[in-house]
């Protein structure tokens, strides 16, 4: 039987009956898959601590006889990214940005440039502590790269620029909106700073997280703005997100 091999990234691991566990990984060029890894909590030698959510690992696996789940034989574990385990914002920011690959990107085929970007972001949370910033500059690019990013700079209504410091994020017709073409009381009122900001981050490289400091405005405003963005292409409520909001909310 023919075996395949990748680098991944460990989504999800859930225990199952006495010995088993059922993982859910992202790679680089087959996308999401689920493996099945059959006495994974007694073989220390085939799979070690390596099936542990946000770890990055080389797996080796054989194809479905049935259904979609693959078969996994072995992990060598790359980085188990313990500097992001030791701080509980940090576990929620990283098992919300899993949750998001999965369930806004975790249907299409393989993608390396979402593999390098969530590579990235959990790198940066297990080596420089947690930021929003680095939430909102993940919803960001995936967005994008989804297709689905947003109109920041221009009205997507008349496509003017913007004249006064406010604007009108409304993820219904396109994005931001001119105070002319906005209805009364309709979208959110954003400060066509926050706007800036937004574009001036989907500009700036995928895979850089480092270095990027809101103000809190932005944070609170682009914070919003991208929960607007992202709903419509969110089939289900993220459980991930309910965690994260609690813990932020101490
Ligand atoms: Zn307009």
Not at 30 to 45: D, I, M, P, T, V
Not at 106 to 129: I, K, M, N, S
Not at 163 to 189: K, N
Request: charge should be neutral; include cysteine; charged fraction near 20%.
């Amino acid at each position: 039987m023919r075996i395949h091999s990748s680098e991944a990234i460990i989504l999800r691991s859930l225990d199952y009956g006495e010995a088993d566990r059922i993982v859910s990984f992202l790679t680089p060029d087959h996308g999401r898959l689920k493996g099945f890894a059959r006495a994974a909590r007694k073989s220390r030698k085939r799979f070690g601590p390596a099936l542990e959510p946000f770890a990055q690992v080389c797996l080796y696996w054989s194809p479905p006889r049935s259904g979609e789940m693959v078969s996994l034989k072995e992990a060598d574990l790359l980085d188990l990214r313990t500097g992001l385990r030791r701080d509980l914002t940090a576990i929620a920011l990283a098992g919300y940005g899993c949750e998001l690959v999965e369930e806004l990107l975790g249907e299409l085929p393989g993608q390396p440039q979402v593999f390098e970007v969530l590579r990235a972001y959990l790198d940066h949370l297990a080596t420089q502590g947690t930021m929003q910033e680095a939430r909102m500059l993940l919803e960001l690019r995936l967005l994008a790269l989804a297709g689905y990013d947003p109109h920041l700079l221009h009205c997507s209504a008349c496509g003017g620029g913007f004249s006064g410091d406010r604007a009108v994020f409304a993820v219904e017709r396109g994005g931001s909106l001119c105070l002319d073409c906005a209805g009364a009381g309709e979208g959110l009122s954003v400060s066509v700073l926050t706007l800036g900001t937004m574009a001036r981050c989907l500009r700036s490289p995928a895979t850089l997280f480092a270095g990027f400091r809101f103000g809190e405005q932005t944070l609170h405003e682009g914070g919003a703005l991208l929960s607007q963005a992202l709903g419509p292409h969110l089939g289900r409520p993220l459980k991930s997100l309910q965690f994260l909001k609690e813990i932020l909310s101490g």
